[in-house]
C-alpha cells in the first residue's frame, strides 16, 4: 500500500493508515493458540514448552504412584488449591456405605484420602455428595472453566475441552511434576479443525457425531493434533453433548478436543459452586468472550462433514474407528486399505462376519454411564425410549450415573420411576463397566452394547465383547434384547 502525503498536518491520516495496515497484517488466532499461548511459562528451544496448568484433577488409580515420588525426593505440593480429588475408577457402584471388599482397590482408595488430606488437596471420597467421575465433577461443580489448562492422569481428560479449555490426558511421572511445579514440558501440537454442519436426524445423538468422525479419521487420523469443533451441529448442541464429543477425541488419536465457548456455555456454568461469583465473574466474562477462532486463522488441517451423513452409530470391532451405521452391515475386508489380518482378528474376537447385519444381533448385557454418556441428558434419552416398555429377560443392565448431582436430577425430574417400571435398578455413581477395575465386569464371551468410550479386547472385563452406541441404541437394545435402530422406537 502506498501513501502519498500532499500536506505535512496529514500525519494524522498516516497513524491512521498504520493502524490499518497493522490491523489487516496482524495474524488471526486460533482458540487453541490464545489459550496455549497465554500458559507458556518458557520455551525450549528445539524442545518442549514449560506450560503452566489451572486445574489438576487426581483419583486412585494414577496418582497413588506419583505421590510416592513426590515424597522420595523430598517435594510437596506446590499449590493445593489447584488440584482436585475425587474416587472414582475402583468405586463399586452397589452398596458404597460399606467397606470396599476388593484389597486392591480399598488399598488405592484409602491412599487417594490419605494423600490429600496430607497435601491439604480437597477430596470427594465415597459417600461425599459431590463425588462422581472425575470429568463429571470437574463441569458440574465450576472447576473446570473457559480458557483453563486441564490435566489428569486420565485419557479422557479431553471431555473439559467443551468448554474452550485445553484439557488432555497426562502420565503418572507427569502427575508428580504438575503437583511438585504446577506445570508441565509439553510440546505444542498442530491444530485440526472439524467442521460439520446442518441438522441431526431423528435419533442422532452427540455420540452419534463423534463416533461418525472417529470411523472417518480411524484411531490414528488426529495422532499429534489438539481438534477444535466448529459448524451447525456444535453450536446445536447442550453442554452435555459437547462434553460427550470432546471426551472421543483421544479416540481418533488427538491430544484432546475443544469448543469455543458461547451464551450456552456461560449459562451452564454461571452459579455452580467454583465459578467466579458477581464482580469476578464479569471480569472472567470479558476474557471469556475473547475466546474464539478468529476469521482467518490458519489450521494445519481440515475436515468438513455434514450432519445429513451421520445415522445412529455402532461399532462392529475392536476400536473405536471400527463403527458405521447401525442399519448397514459390517464392511468386507477387501473394501478397507490395508491391515486385513488385524481386521479379520478383530471379527474373530467378535464373532462377527463380514457382511453381517449389527441389527438383529442378540445382546447380553447394556451399560449406560461412564464419563462419556453418565450425565442427566444420557439418563432423559434412555428414558425417552425405556417408558413404557419393559427390559428385555435376556439382558443384564447397569445403569450407572456419572456423579451424586446426576443422582439427584434424575430422581428430582422422575427418572428413577420410569427406570423401575420398565424393569431395570439405579445404580450408584463411579467408572463401573467402562473398565475392568471394579466389580462391574462383563464375562468372557458377552456381548455388550455400552455407552462408553473404548470398545478393546477385555476392556470391560476378560473375553467381554463391546459395542460402542448412543444412550438411545442402548435403550432400544435394551427393551428389544437385540441390536435396535432407535428410529424404529421413537417413531412407532
Not at 488466532?29 to 490464545?34: C, Q, V
Not at 522420595?72 to 482436585?84: E, Q
Not at 481428560?157 to 511438585?180: D, N, P, R
Amino acid at each position: 500500500m502506498t501513501v502519498v502525503l500532499k500536506k505535512s498536518n496529514n500525519i494524522v491520516f498516516l497513524v491512521t493508515v498504520i493502524k490499518i495496515i497493522i490491523k489487516v497484517t496482524k495474524m488471526a488466532n486460533t482458540l487453541f493458540d490464545k489459550v496455549w499461548d497465554s500458559h507458556v511459562v518458557r520455551q525450549v528451544k528445539d524442545g518442549p514448552d514449560v506450560f503452566f496448568i489451572d486445574r489438576h484433577f487426581i483419583h486412585e488409580v494414577t496418582s497413588p504412584v506419583a505421590f510416592l515420588g513426590l515424597e522420595s525426593r523430598g517435594n510437596s505440593v506446590v499449590y493445593p488449591s489447584r488440584t482436585f480429588a475425587t474416587a472414582d475408577h475402583n468405586t463399586p457402584t452397589i452398596n458404597q456405605h460399606l467397606p470396599v471388599a476388593d484389597p486392591l482397590s480399598a488399598n488405592q482408595l484409602n491412599a487417594l484420602e490419605s494423600n490429600a488430606a496430607k497435601h491439604g488437596i480437597s477430596h470427594w471420597g465415597l459417600g461425599d455428595k459431590n463425588n462422581g467421575i472425575v470429568h463429571v465433577v470437574g463441569p458440574e461443580n465450576g472447576i473446570t472453566l473457559p480458557g483453563a489448562t486441564i490435566v489428569c492422569g486420565d485419557s479422557h481428560t479431553s471431555t473439559h475441552g467443551a468448554f474452550g479449555a485445553i484439557a488432555f490426558g497426562i502420565g503418572t511421572s507427569e502427575v508428580e511434576m504438575v503437583l511438585s511445579t504446577q506445570c508441565i514440558m509439553q510440546p505444542k501440537p498442530k491444530k485440526m479443525r472439524i467442521n460439520v454442519k446442518g441438522k441431526l436426524g431423528i435419533g442422532v445423538t452427540p455420540k452419534d457425531v463423534a463416533l461418525f468422525i472417529i470411523a472417518k479419521q480411524t484411531t490414528s487420523g488426529a495422532t499429534g493434533y489438539f481438534v477444535e469443533y466448529a459448524g451447525d451441529v456444535f453450536e446445536d448442541m447442550s453442554m452435555e453433548g459437547r462434553m460427550t464429543v470432546c471426551n472421543l477425541s483421544i479416540e481418533m488419536g488427538a491430544r484432546g478436543g475443544m469448543i469455543a465457548p458461547d451464551s450456552k456455555t456461560f449459562e451452564y456454568l454461571k452459579g455452580r459452586a467454583q465459578t467466579p461469583k458477581g464482580a469476578d465473574w464479569d471480569k472472567a466474562m470479558k476474557y471469556w468472550e475473547t475466546l474464539y477462532t478468529e476469521e482467518g486463522a490458519e489450521f494445519d488441517e481440515e475436515f468438513n462433514y455434514e450432519a445429513s451423513e451421520i445415522e445412529p452409530m455402532i461399532t462392529y470391532g475392536t476400536n473405536p474407528g471400527m463403527g458405521m451405521g447401525v442399519t448397514k452391515s459390517i464392511p468386507t475386508a477387501e473394501s478397507l486399505e490395508g491391515g486385513v489380518d488385524t481386521y479379520k482378528k478383530s471379527l474373530g474376537y467378535m464373532s462377527f462376519n463380514e457382511g453381517d447385519s449389527m441389527v438383529g444381533k442378540e445382546i447380553d448385557f447394556v451399560f449406560l454411564g461412564s464419563c462419556t454418556n453418565g450425565r442427566i441428558e444420557d439418563f432423559r434419552a434412555f428414558c425417552s425410549i425405556v417408558e413404557g416398555r419393559q427390559k428385555a429377560e435376556n439382558v443384564t443392565a447397569w445403569l450407572v450415573p456419572g456423579s451424586h448431582k446426576v443422582v439427584d436430577q434424575i430422581k428430582a425430574e422422575g427418572l428413577d420411576t420410569i427406570i423401575t417400571a420398565a424393569g431395570f435398578v439405579l445404580r450408584e455413581p463411579g467408572c463401573s463397566a467402562c473398565l475392568a477395575m471394579n466389580d462391574d465386569k462383563i464375562p468372557s464371551g458377552k456381548l455388550s452394547v455400552s455407552t462408553s468410550n473404548r470398545n478393546f479386547e477385555g476392556r470391560q472385563g476378560p473375553g467381554s465383547r463391546t459395542l460402542l452406541a448412543s444412550p438411545l441404541v442402548a435403550a432400544a437394545s435394551a427393551v428389544e434384547g437385540v441390536v435396535t435402530d432407535p428410529r424404529t422406537l421413537l417413531t412407532a
